[in-house]
């Protein structure tokens, strides 16, 4: 069983940054894709982010694309997301999520481990 714990949320200005951590317990961390999902308020959850375990290799929203870096230290099993630019649009409730495999990355329903959730406000 995976536990995942995510922190750094908060509120920020527009054009302002903040890095979320997510911190695993639980299985073998570098075996797992990691991926960050936001819920905006009043509506449904998104992809924001993933990355693979051990190659490293990472997609992105386009919403998100080059404004949003995820990185991950398999040494301290944490998966961060550092976010640039902030945009009032860029505000929810951020999550991480974890699972095996390679396929449907994108998709929230394919992640079985979930944070509770951060939540990011963005003012203008």
């Known amino acids: 069983q995976v536990q995942l714990v995510e922190s750094g949320g908060g509120s920020v200005q527009a054009g302002g940054s903040l890095r979320l951590s997510c911190a695993a317990s639980?299985?073998?961390?570098?075996?797992?894709?990691m991926g960050w999902f936001r819920q905006p308020p009043g509506k449904e959850r998104e992809f924001v982010a993933y990355i693979r375990g051990t190659s490293g290799i990472a997609d992105y929203a386009d919403s998100v694309k080059g404004r949003f870096t995820i990185s991950r230290d398999n040494a301290r099993n944490t998966v961060y997301l550092q976010m640039n630019s902030l945009k009032p649009e860029d505000t929810g409730v951020y999550s991480c999520?974890?699972?095996?495999?390679?396929?449907?990355?994108?998709?929230?329903?394919?992640?079985?481990?979930w944070g509770q959730g951060t939540q990011v406000t963005v003012s203008s």
């Open positions: 639980g299985g073998t961390f570098s075996m797992y894709t």
């Open positions: 999520a974890s699972r095996q495999g390679y396929i449907n990355l994108r998709t929230s329903g394919a992640y079985p481990y």
